[in-house]
C-alpha cells in the first residue's frame, strides 16, 4: 500500500471522527453539577429576589454565619433588634450531591447547627426571613472543618 496525500488526509479525518464520537460520550455521562437545581423558578422569582436584597442591603447590621471549631457547630446569629416572624436557612455545597439541607429559623433569631456530620469544606447559606413586614434574603458562605 502506497501512502500518500490522500491516504493522510483519510486518515485524519478518521481520527477526527474517532475523537469526536469519543468526546461526546464522555461529555454525556458527565454531571454538569448545577449549584440549584430549580434554577428555572429562581429565575421566574427575580424580581422578589432582587427586592429581598434590596430590602438586606438597607440593613445596618447583617446576620452573622461562623463556624465554631471547639462545638463543631455553625451559629446563626441575626441583629438583636430585628423581631424574626419565619424563614429559612438553606445549606448546600455544589461538589456534591445530597448533602443539601435547609432549616427553620425561629423567632429567637439564633441557632446553631450540628457539623459532626456535615463534609468539611465551603458551604453556601442562604438566609431567607421575614421580620417587621419586610421579606429579606442573604447569601454567604462558611468553611467547615471537621476533626
Not at 60 to 80: C, E, G, I, N
Amino acid at each position: 500500500m502506497k501512502f500518500n496525500w490522500g491516504t493522510g488526509i483519510a486518515l485524519f479525518y478518521g481520527a477526527f471522527v474517532l475523537a469526536m464520537v469519543g468526546i461526546v460520550i464522555a461529555s454525556r455521562s458527565h454531571d454538569p453539577g448545577l449549584m440549584q437545581k430549580d434554577y428555572y423558578n429562581l429565575d421566574l422569582n427575580y424580581q422578589e429576589r432582587l427586592e429581598k436584597k434590596q430590602n438586606t442591603a438597607a440593613l445596618k447590621d447583617l446576620p452573622q454565619v461562623h463556624f465554631l471549631a471547639p462545638s463543631q457547630t455553625v451559629l446563626v446569629q441575626f441583629p438583636k433588634e430585628m423581631n424574626i416572624a419565619s424563614g429559612s436557612a438553606k445549606f448546600y455545597r455544589p461538589s456534591t450531591t445530597g448533602d443539601d439541607f435547609t432549616v427553620k429559623i425561629d423567632q429567637s433569631g439564633t441557632f446553631d447547627i450540628p457539623t459532626a456530620k456535615l463534609a468539611s469544606g465551603i458551604w453556601y447559606v442562604e438566609l431567607d426571613w421575614e421580620a417587621g413586614g419586610k421579606k429579606y434574603y442573604w447569601e454567604t458562605s462558611v468553611f467547615i472543618t471537621n476533626a
